[in-house]
């Protein structure tokens, strides 16, 4: 059985975020929420929450085993891009992109 959890708007851009997702994808989720918690980085800590997000889902779902949960799938896509402007030198203006990133976990029993 599919159990899913998404996470929209998070403001970081999705290559950092994708870093951390090559990690634990197909991981068991014990020994995925085990590399988050000891990861330093900060995409660490909101794709923990995402987990464990994801496996709350699964024990109010229902005879669901936790122990037998794996990361089935997990996209990281861009979000929308807030689009910001820092003054320089003579008159000038230079852009800054404030990406964000969406966040899509699957969760099956193997």
């Known amino acids: 059985m ?7 708007y998070l403001r970081m851009s999705p290559r950092r975020v994708n870093m951390m997702a090559r990690l634990i994808r197909g991981e068991k ?15 660490a800590k909101p794709l923990k929450k995402l987990v464990e997000s994801a496996v709350a889902n699964a024990e109010n779902k229902g005879n669901i085993d936790v122990d037998t949960l ?3 799938e997990l996209k ?15 008159g000038r203006a230079t852009p800054i992109r404030k990406r964000t990133t969406h966040i899509s976990l699957v969760l099956e029993e193997s």
């Open 29 to 43: 989720v014990e020994k995925a929420l085990h590399i988050l918690r000891l990861h330093k980085r900060v995409a």
């Open 70 to 72: 794996y990361i089935k």
């Open 76 to 90: 990281i896509g861009g979000g929308p891009t807030l689009k910001r402007w820092l003054p320089r030198a003579q």
């Open 2 to 8: 599919k159990v899913t959890a998404q996470l929209n």
